[in-house]
């Protein structure tokens, strides 16, 4: 029987092991904050076309992050080579039938090819220093929403979670972790605040162990996002091929998040850097998977 207090010794570890900082655009200045933002809306966007769950979405965006903090002078030119390639990694760890290469150079419109990713996927690894399992925000706040619904410990690691609650808060996240200054933060206490936005601190102290001190400014920061959502429809739970009903909260999908960081950042009077023409990503829709070459 896995013993709660060993899963969560485990992920702490492993948040203290894996460091993310969004200083690393210091040592790219050709780069933009947008510019992630564009990339990490196109990544979501490719994972819900193959039906990729939340996990690898997020471990992409972690080794994008992780792998942009040991380079410098990357050019916008290369950002979705290094996008689609973390995310060809990330699949691999987490799907049980990952999308073939093939298939992500696809979804690229002839920008990368398979050997591109491939080669692309030594320098992420080696850089990485093959270190590829962190703990992400859905990772903690999966943990979270099961410890606040557990009633016996001998199924610990059993969600027993409202999936409709829980797609309103990942939601929330998507949009927060489109900001690179959600990288100010710990994956816990961002997960911990997009509770907090749904629930009582009361419960979120209970489930998280954090105090109101280490998880206060992450809420604050995150009181725009959750306002710009509230103007919009509640998510609805989706239907994907091939996916239990009862899998499918955890199977990342994609709105209009870069025209709600819009709305967000002009509604709090700060202007997002101008993007060079060009570089919005946009993949084929599900329909138009390409053949096995």
Not at 3 to 10: E, R, T
């Amino acid at each position: 029987m896995v013993k709660p207090d060993d899963v969560w010794i485990k992920m702490l570890n492993k948040e203290l092991k894996y460091v993310h900082d969004k200083s690393y655009l210091q040592q790219h200045p050709k780069l933009q904050p947008k510019m992630r933002a564009i990339l990490l809306d196109w990544l979501l966007e490719v994972s819900e076309v193959y039906s990729l769950h939340r996990q690898t979405a997020y471990l992409a965006q972690d080794y994008f992050d992780r792998f942009m903090l040991t380079q410098e002078n990357v050019n916008k030119d290369y950002l979705q080579l290094i996008g689609i390639t973390a995310l060809f990694i990330a699949s691999k760890i987490e799907e049980i039938y990952p999308p073939k290469i093939y298939e992500f150079a696809y979804v690229t419109d002839g920008a990368c090819d398979m050997w591109d990713i491939q080669r692309t996927e030594l320098h992420l690894l080696k850089a990485l220093e093959w270190n590829l399992c962190p703990e992400t925000p859905i990772s903690w706040l999966k943990l979270y929403a099961q410890v606040e619904a557990q009633k016996d410990e001998e199924n610990f690691l059993e969600p027993q979670f409202s999936q409709e609650t829980y797609i309103q808060i990942t939601q929330l996240l998507d949009l927060c972790i489109m900001d690179i200054s959600s990288l100010d933060f710990s994956y816990s206490v961002l997960a911990a605040a997009a509770f907090c936005h749904f629930s009582t601190f009361d419960v979120v102290h209970k489930v998280s162990g954090l105090t109101w001190e280490s998880v206060s400014s992450c809420v604050r920061w995150m009181s725009p996002f959750m306002d710009t959502l509230r103007s919009e429809a509640k998510p609805q739970l989706k239907n994907f091929p091939r996916v239990k009903a009862d899998d499918r909260h955890n199977i990342q999908t994609h709105v209009a998040y870069l025209d709600l960081l819009e709305r967000q950042v002009d509604s709090t009077n700060v202007q997002l850097s101008p993007v060079a023409p060009g570089l919005i990503l946009t993949p084929p829709s599900s329909t138009e998977k390409p053949a096995n070459p």
